[in-house]
């Protein structure tokens, strides 16, 4: 049996306040919506949560306050899987909160309290090499100081780095120059980063690959109900960037589809790391099939706060991409055969399709020898981690 992914979460905890509202107040404005419902949430639990899910073996390393709100989200961390050891309790400091609405169509507003949140410091920083890891996913309702201390500890390490810039602070751009492997952001976030609009799906590939040449190994810009753009530095063209397109689902609630796709994402890529590493030739519908649970994905999307994986296909109101879309980018990025990487879309989403990866390999792309030896360093580190780890 395999050793399933390691995943650390660096992160915030906090407990949200949602209501069901029929449409989102404007300003100056006051609407009446349905009972106010307390659950536990926050980008980098619901990351953490997601990520076990999908097979994982997470630990979450984060701040919470001493107060029964932080008792609550540490035990719904533990009853979903994910290791707290890593989770610090601050004496007299609130928790977290996060105040959401969600209109009739699913759409949402947040407005976030940071709490225990904001006095995340270098305690979390060093938890998360602290124990053998993966790949460390991180996200932005902690200070960007944090963010950048880790990042660094995990670039030492040689441990992959999924970095989800939301919502994006203002030093931003900074975080992003000392290089990190996964970058995934929505297109306001991306125009936050770049300080220019992102608007539509041509913008959002132009935006992808500037940000790819920023310091970002691969960048994936999520556009709601028009899908998902995936750059890669080693091509940073907006013609070589793919453009995944989205299609409708219904919507209940889309509170953490970005956190879930983070997740998703995440575990992705430690699959087809896992595989290159063991010399094994994975096509798209291989991994899918080895890896059953992760796209045993229901196509109605429930509400996240009860943490259930069907958000995972979803950004905003709309279906980005399915798992075989996430695998049909990956394909690209790792080079599959030609002709292997057939993609079984399945049945989730209410029909059955069959199509061909748009994918070509990395040779084809005229990139062969910084694609080998970005492979060969890979595999040279994750043998030195597990020989590390057997002594």
């Known amino acids: 049996m ?35 419902r307390l659950q536990p949430g926050g980008k980098g639990a619901n990351q953490a949560v997601a990520a076990a899910r999908l097979g994982a073996s997470v630990r979450m390393a984060g701040c919470c306050g001493d107060d029964a709100f932080g008792s609550a989200l540490r035990s719904a961390l533990e009853a979903a899987g994910v290791d707290i050891t890593a989770v610090r309790v601050l004496a007299g400091v609130p928790s977290g909160l ?23 410091g270098p305690p979390e920083a060093a938890a998360t090499v602290a124990a053998p890891c993966d790949a460390l996913v991180l996200s932005a309702e902690i200070p960007a100081a944090v963010l950048a201390a880790a990042l660094d500890l995990a670039r030492a390490a040689h441990v992959i780095t999924v970095l ?9 751009s900074g975080l992003l120059k000392a290089g990190v492997d996964w970058l995934i952001v929505n297109a306001p976030e991306a125009a936050a980063i770049l300080g220019r609009p992102v608007a539509g799906p041509a913008a959002a590939q132009a935006a992808a690959a500037d940000l790819a040449g920023s310091g970002a190994g691969h960048v994936v810009i999520t556009l709601g109900p028009d899908g998902a753009v995936l750059a890669d530095s080693a091509l940073a063209d907006p013609r070589s960037v793919l453009a995944v397109p989205g299609f409708s689902v219904p919507s209940v609630d889309s509170v953490g589809a970005g956190d879930a796709f983070v997740a998703a994402l995440g575990v992705a890529v430690l699959v087809v790391e896992a595989a290159e590493n063991s010399g094994t030739r994975v096509t798209a519908r291989c991994a899918a099939e080895q890896n059953r649970d992760l796209f045993a994905v229901p196509g109605n999307v429930t509400n996240k706060n009860s943490w259930t994986p069907n958000t995972l296909i979803k950004q905003g109101a709309k279906l980005v ?25 399945g049945r989730h989403a209410g029909g059955s399709a ?29 043998r030195h981690r597990e020989h590390h780890l057997e002594r």
Do not use: Y
Not at 8 to 33: F, H, K, Q, Y
Not at 164 to 172: F, G, I, S, Y
Not at 321 to 334: N, P
């Open 321 to 345: 991409a399915t798992w075989e879309d996430v695998w049909e980018g990956l394909a690209v990025e790792f080079g599959l055969a030609p002709g292997t990487g057939d993609i079984d879309r």
């Open 98 to 120: 996060a105040l959401i609405t969600v209109d009739a169509t699913g759409e949402n507003s947040i407005t976030v309290a940071p709490g225990a949140n904001g006095q995340a």
């Open 164 to 172: 989800n810039l939301a919502p994006a602070p203002p030093d931003a």
């Open 2 to 36: 395999p050793q399933p992914p390691r995943i650390t979460v660096l992160g915030s905890l906090n407990m949200d306040i949602s209501v069901s509202v029929l449409r989102l107040a404007g300003p100056g404005e006051t609407v009446l919506g349905s009972a106010a």
């Open 354 to 382: 069959a199509g061909k990866c748009r994918g070509r390999q990395c040779r084809q792309r005229g990139a062969a020898s910084e694609c080998d030896r970005q492979r060969s360093e890979r595999r040279c580190h994750q």
